[in-house]
């Protein structure tokens, strides 16, 4: 069940307002959204060059876009594991890991989406 009193437009203003100061935490204190927001910025243009097709525009900015989502997720589960417990434990390193992993994954596959489109432009 919902919290009273926050429903409709005021629950979107509110979200709204959250996701903002999320994004505004993670840029303060995450040195690698930051790099990678950098990245991505950079990318946009180019990506807007590259993709020959709306599609393809879309698969590049979108796989920049998935890596900022899964950098956003990993650093809020490293910020919970650190506010659990600042004692080394097993459990906490492998959530950590994982995360870590997770951002791997998307940045592999990122650049192959940007290899495959790259590869599709320059040899045909």
């Not at 650190?82 to 390193?93: C, P, Q, T, V």
């Amino acid at each position: 069940m919902g919290k009273p009193g926050n429903t409709g437009f005021r629950r979107v203003i509110r979200a709204t307002r959250y996701s903002a100061q999320g994004l505004a935490h993670a840029w303060k204190h995450e040195a690698a959204f930051r790099q990678e927001l950098v990245a991505s910025a950079l990318l946009l243009p180019v990506a807007y060059w590259l993709g020959q097709t709306p599609v393809d525009r879309l698969l590049l900015i979108g796989s920049c876009g998935l890596v900022l989502i899964v950098e956003l997720l990993n650093s809020a589960v490293e910020a919970v594991v650190d506010r659990i417990s600042g004692e080394a434990h097993e459990l906490s390193g492998r959530a950590k890991d994982l995360g870590s992993a997770a951002v791997f994954l998307s940045l592999l596959l990122s650049g192959a989406v940007w290899g495959i489109i790259a590869w599709q432009r320059f040899m045909p």
